[in-house]
């Protein structure tokens, strides 16, 4: 675990300390540039000074220039060899073969020259490089000064800037502390920098998301509660009834209603398990390429019977087309459909299940010529539990809550409009076609 703000003071001190090392070792280079042209000018004009100013004989030498820039000329007759040198050095210079600037190393020193030769006199004028490094840090250190003064004001500055940069997260930390686990409001985000700003709406929205999904297993826990408390004390009257029968005829009839509540009540679980697993971010499931058609017909097979038990036509009209979805919710959503459609059609009804395409959109229809649904009712039949009144047929009521939740999870619609023949009731349901990819 590190700390924001020791990482950030760290790196800056650390960049500091680099650009400082750098800028140094630029500024040095750029004043040994200007020191070295500026001293080269001098020993030139040295040496040409003492050229204009002798007649070809050795002149007394005097000492040229200060302590500080040690420039020491060396004249020599070139017919006697004779040699003069303003400063005490064991050796003379060695005549260069190159006249003009040259180093040379002499007496363990690096030195700069310039020599030149006229008529029978060679002059030469030189300082050691040495000198030279020391004035040119001298100057860079001369220049770098004030820089160097300003460092501690720099680190000082920062560290108040990152502090109170990072004040807004240690207020943001501090108010998410002090929550109950229960208090899913969203966070403040006034005054609150850009970054900072993104993270508490990204907290924001996960706790809106969070607040929904606990809304949910609250309605679900409570509707659940609500629902098997009936079937379950109606199976504890059942085994009552089985145990009080006198008879074998009475106990079989009321073996055979326990059988038949034991039925109704494993249905409800199993729907209350599909709506629990389609609730949260099942969108997120990854989706395949599902032929409509082909589910379409496998829904009428396994369905067929059940039609016909009520001496119901059950026909389909279907195209080959494509979705992007989950195979079995799609499955299950169609099936929910159709034997809705059964169970509420009268005795030698029909239904039809089509599925076409309409735009960019393919269109899944259940129709019914059965009692219908009332236009003030067609909304709330996809609430959970709800059933309409006067409704006689079995059911909990979660059939179409749960075609209403994998239609939402496909990115479709649903609506509710009259069936076959201006009666009974069709169900659409538009889902996104499938695009293949290039």
Same mark, same amino acid.
């Given at each position: 675990?590190?700390?924001?703000?020791?990482?950030?003071?760290?790196?800056?001190?650390?960049?500091?300390?680099?650009?400082?090392?750098? %800028?140094?070792?630029?500024?040095?280079?750029?004043?040994?540039?200007?020191?070295?042209?500026?001293?080269?000018?001098?020993?030139?004009?040295?040496?040409?000074?003492?050229?204009?100013?002798?007649?070809?004989?050795?002149?007394?030498?005097?000492?040229?220039?200060?302590?500080? !820039?040690?420039?020491?000329?060396? =004249?020599?007759?070139?017919?006697?060899?004779?040699?003069?040198?303003?400063?005490?050095?064991? /050796?003379?210079?060695?005549?260069?073969?190159?006249?003009?600037?040259?180093?040379?190393?002499?007496?363990?020193?690096?030195?700069?020259?310039?020599?030149?030769?006229?008529?029978? +006199?060679?002059?030469?004028?030189?300082?050691?490089?040495?000198?030279?490094?020391?004035?040119?840090?001298?100057?860079?250190?001369? *220049?770098?000064?004030?820089?160097?003064? =300003?460092?501690?004001? +720099? $680190?000082?500055?920062?560290? &108040?800037?990152?502090?109170?940069?990072?004040?807004?997260?240690?207020?943001?930390?501090?108010? $998410?502390?002090?929550?109950?686990? @229960?208090?899913?409001?969203?966070?403040?985000?006034?005054? &609150?920098?850009?970054?900072?700003?993104?993270?508490?709406? %990204? =907290?924001?929205?996960?706790?809106?998301?969070?607040?929904?999904?606990?809304?949910?297993?609250?309605?679900?826990?409570?509707?659940?509660?609500?629902?098997?408390?009936?079937?379950?004390?109606?199976?504890?009257? !059942? $085994?009552?009834? %089985?145990?009080?029968?006198?008879?074998?005829?009475?106990?079989?009839?009321?073996?055979?209603?326990?059988?038949?509540?034991?039925?109704?009540?494993?249905?409800?679980?199993? !729907?209350?398990?599909?709506?629990?697993?389609?609730?949260?971010?099942?969108?997120?499931?990854?989706?395949?390429?599902?032929? &409509?058609?082909?589910?379409?017909?496998?829904?009428?097979?396994?369905?067929?019977? &059940?039609?016909? !038990?009520?001496?119901?036509?059950?026909?389909?009209?279907?195209?080959?087309?494509?979705?992007?979805?989950?195979?079995?919710?799609?499955?299950?959503?169609?099936?929910?459909?159709?034997?809705?459609? *059964?169970?509420? /059609?009268?005795?030698?009804?029909?239904?039809?299940? @089509?599925?076409?395409?309409?735009?960019?959109? %393919?269109?899944?229809? $259940?129709?019914?010529?059965?009692?219908?649904?009332?236009?003030?009712?067609?909304?709330?039949?996809?609430?959970?539990?709800?059933?309409? +009144?006067?409704?006689?047929?079995?059911?909990?009521?979660?059939?179409?809550?749960?075609?209403?939740?994998?239609?939402?999870?496909?990115?479709?619609?649903?609506?509710?409009?009259?069936?076959?023949?201006? /009666?009974?009731?069709?169900?659409?349901?538009?889902?996104?076609?499938? /695009?293949?990819?290039?």
């Amino acid at each position: 675990m590190y700390s924001i703000r020791d990482r950030l003071l760290w790196t800056f001190c650390i960049a500091l300390l680099v650009a400082g090392v750098a %800028a140094t070792y630029m500024t040095f280079i750029s004043a040994r540039g200007e020191v070295d042209r500026f001293l080269d000018t001098e020993l030139q004009q040295i040496a040409l000074s003492l050229s204009a100013h002798t007649d070809g004989d050795l002149p007394e030498m005097k000492s040229t220039g200060t302590d500080e !820039q040690h420039i020491v000329i060396q =004249l020599r007759d070139t017919v006697t060899g004779r040699t003069h040198l303003s400063s005490k050095l064991s /050796t003379p210079f060695p005549e260069p073969t190159i006249k003009g600037f040259t180093n040379i190393r002499h007496e363990g020193q690096t030195w700069r020259i310039f020599s030149l030769t006229d008529r029978n +006199l060679s002059i030469i004028t030189a300082q050691p490089v040495d000198v030279r490094v020391r004035l040119a840090f001298s100057s860079a250190l001369h *220049i770098l000064q004030p820089l160097v003064l =300003l460092l501690p004001f +720099l $680190v000082v500055a920062v560290w &108040l800037l990152v502090g109170q940069g990072l004040a807004s997260l240690n207020r943001t930390a501090k108010i $998410v502390s002090t929550r109950s686990s @229960t208090s899913l409001e969203p966070l403040p985000v006034n005054s &609150l920098p850009v970054e900072v700003k993104q993270l508490v709406l %990204a =907290l924001n929205d996960l706790l809106a998301k969070l607040e929904q999904s606990l809304e949910t297993q609250k309605r679900f826990a409570s509707d659940a509660a609500h629902e098997l408390r009936t079937p379950l004390t109606a199976l504890k009257l !059942q $085994v009552q009834l %089985a145990e009080r029968a006198k008879t074998d005829e009475s106990r079989q009839k009321a073996f055979s209603r326990l059988h038949a509540g034991i039925d109704r009540a494993t249905g409800l679980v199993q !729907q209350l398990l599909v709506i629990a697993r389609l609730d949260p971010d099942a969108h997120k499931k990854p989706f395949v390429t599902v032929n &409509l058609e082909e589910v379409l017909k496998s829904v009428v097979d396994e369905l067929t019977v &059940l039609a016909q !038990q009520k001496n119901i036509a059950l026909e389909s009209i279907s195209s080959p087309l494509c979705v992007d979805g989950m195979e079995n919710a799609l499955k299950l959503l169609i099936t929910n459909l159709t034997d809705n459609a *059964i169970r509420y /059609t009268q005795e030698g009804g029909r239904i039809r299940l @089509t599925v076409r395409s309409e735009d960019e959109w %393919a269109v899944i229809e $259940v129709c019914d010529n059965g009692p219908g649904i009332a236009p003030q009712e067609r909304e709330r039949v996809f609430d959970r539990f709800y059933r309409a +009144l006067g409704t006689k047929a079995q059911g909990h009521g979660l059939g179409l809550a749960i075609v209403k939740r994998i239609v939402e999870i496909h990115h479709g619609s649903i609506a509710v409009d009259d069936g076959l023949d201006n /009666t009974g009731t069709t169900m659409r349901i538009k889902l996104p076609m499938h /695009t293949p990819s290039r």
